[in-house]
């Protein structure tokens, strides 16, 4: 028990005193997340509009597809990235292997499927009159979308949401291609897998912290826009 309570203890006084450490590997962290969940959020909309503007052979095959990989295991996407990118591969050339860059490429691959899946089902479970009513308006089928879309805003935005929380707490894909080189490519997960691994527990504790609030927050905003959503649903 005195164990635990130091290891807290120490964890805390990281937190509050900003320990350079630790502020390098949130920022490194919040920063490659924040571009990941950028770049699929708007990889997803799209997606989610070209799925819903009109029916056409094989969508009910991609529509499957894409909920598949809304499981796709992190260690696998990993592993077949690190093919692609290593100096063997076919994108060997770009030297993105070890670098932010293929964290953020592993993020991506992992939440645009979420965010597709989510923001699909959202728009297609939205009342039909209301597409129905647009095109009587004389919209254009992706007019409708549109429509339907900014309707079901608030289901969207949680689905990106938790497309956040899951690069945030991802950790087998960005150890395979970013490496976890210290003051590069160290973020928290890995940070925390490597340091505990170590017996270094104040700072994995500390970052541990950091992550569940992060998760408390991220929860708390779903649970009110699921709510908002509900009340103009």
């Known amino acids: 028990m005195d164990f635990i309570l130091n290891s807290l203890t120490r964890a805390l006084n990281l937190i509050i005193s900003f320990d350079p ?3 390098e590997i949130v920022l490194l962290s919040l920063r490659v997340s924040g571009i990941a969940i950028v770049v699929s959020a708007v990889t997803a909309l799209c997606a989610t509009a070209a799925l819903d503007v009109r029916d056409f052979a094989g969508k009910h095959a991609l529509v499957t597809l894409v909920n598949t990989l809304m499981g796709l295991p992190p260690v696998v ?3 077949v ?3 692609v990118l290593s100096r063997s591969g076919p994108l060997g050339f770009l030297r993105l292997l070890y670098t932010p ?3 953020v ?3 991506v691959i992992l939440a645009v499927p979420i965010i597709t899946g989510m923001s699909y089902a959202a728009v297609r479970s939205a009342d039909p ?3 129905y009513a647009a095109f009587t308006l004389g919209a254009t089928p992706l007019q409708a979308t549109t429509k339907i879309m900014k309707h079901s805003r608030y289901a969207i935005v949680a689905a990106v949401l938790a ?3 899951r690069v945030l707490a991802e950790v087998g894909a960005v150890l395979v291609v970013g490496g976890n080189i210290a003051g590069y490519t160290r973020v ?3 940070a925390i897998a490597l340091e505990a691994d170590r017996g270094d527990f104040e700072l994995a504790v500390a970052l541990g912290m950091i992550l569940l609030v992060i998760a408390f927050v991220l929860n708390g905003a779903l649970y009110q826009l699921q709510k908002r959503g509900a009340a103009h649903g």
């Open 129 to 131: 009159e209301l597409k």
């Open 101 to 103: 860059a293929a964290m």
């Open 21 to 23: 450490e630790l502020v």
């Open 77 to 79: 996407v990993g592993l």
């Open 81 to 83: 990235l690190y093919l």
């Open 105 to 107: 490429i592993a993020q």
């Open 163 to 165: 497309g956040l929380g």
């Open 188 to 190: 928290m997960t890995t």
